[in-house]
């Protein structure tokens, strides 16, 4: 029973460049959030995804941020023309259901921008 | 946004003695959830608590709701080196899904 997979689990960009990062769900799971964590901080939510709909973006920067949850595949955070302050251990989360319960996180991406 | 508080924010403490973080919201809280994130590693879900006084064990550590459900606490009795880590409290936020709000978490550091 594999739970929530993040990949890659670290990743090296230069600033410009764009960052995807990946998350697949624990199987049954069709509720994902994704969380970034600056070094030393807590973490801070960024968006709530169910297959196929953004239901809660409000953490997400406005611009250069985006996710995506298809019918198909992993859910993917994507950030565009990274700068130094994105670098961060972004960490997404499956939940079964909407209704409070425990999420599970992934192993989580270390970005690393240059 | 609606910050939760925990204190302290670092605690280095001797292999065996006992350890309390506090977390403080400005609010009431429909329940909250306690999170321990070993240095390194991903947030693992320890507990939620529901009701006003709540009093939850797990082996070494005992979690508790306040009665006003406004503040929680974990104590760890005998720390080992395998507690070190970050403990993060977690509120639900608006909109009754599973967004949640973390607090600053404690970072605890357990010298053998």
């Known amino acids: 029973n594999a739970g929530v997979m993040q990949n890659p689990r670290h990743l090296v960009r230069r600033r410009g460049q764009e960052a995807r990062l990946r998350c697949s769900p624990m199987?049954?799971?069709?509720?994902v959030y994704w969380y970034r964590q600056l070094p030393e901080e807590g973490l801070k939510f960024m968006v709530y995804?169910?297959?196929?709909?953004?239901?809660?973006e409000s953490g997400m920067p406005k611009e250069r941020f985006s996710a995506e949850f298809p019918k198909e595949g992993p859910s993917i955070l994507r950030i565009q023309q990274v700068v130094r302050g994105d670098s961060a251990a972004y960490f997404c989360?499956?939940?079964?259901?909407?209704?409070?319960?425990?999420?599970?996180f992934g192993p989580g991406t270390r970005l690393t921008v240059l | 946004g609606q910050q939760v508080m925990q204190i302290p924010q670092y605690q280095h403490v001797q292999e065996g003695e006992d350890f309390t973080t506090y977390c403080n919201s400005s609010?009431?809280?429909?329940?909250i959830q306690w999170y321990k994130q070993r240095p390194g590693g991903h947030p693992v879900f320890l507990i939620q608590?529901?009701?006003?006084?709540e009093v939850k064990k797990q082996k070494r550590l005992t979690f508790q709701f306040g009665e006003a459900k406004k503040n929680s606490s974990l104590h760890i009795t005998a720390t080992q080196t395998t507690d070190v880590g970050t403990y993060f409290c977690?509120?639900?936020?608006?909109?009754?899904?599973?967004?949640?709000?973390f607090g600053t978490g404690t970072k605890l550091q357990v010298i053998p």
């Open positions: 989360a499956s939940s079964p259901s909407a209704v409070l319960d425990t999420q599970y």
């Open positions: 199987k049954g799971h069709s509720h």
């Open positions: 995804l169910q297959k196929e709909n953004i239901i809660d």
């Open positions: 609010t009431t809280l429909s329940n």
């Open positions: 608590l529901v009701k006003s006084g």
């Open positions: 977690a509120k639900p936020t608006s909109g009754g899904y599973q967004k949640v709000t």
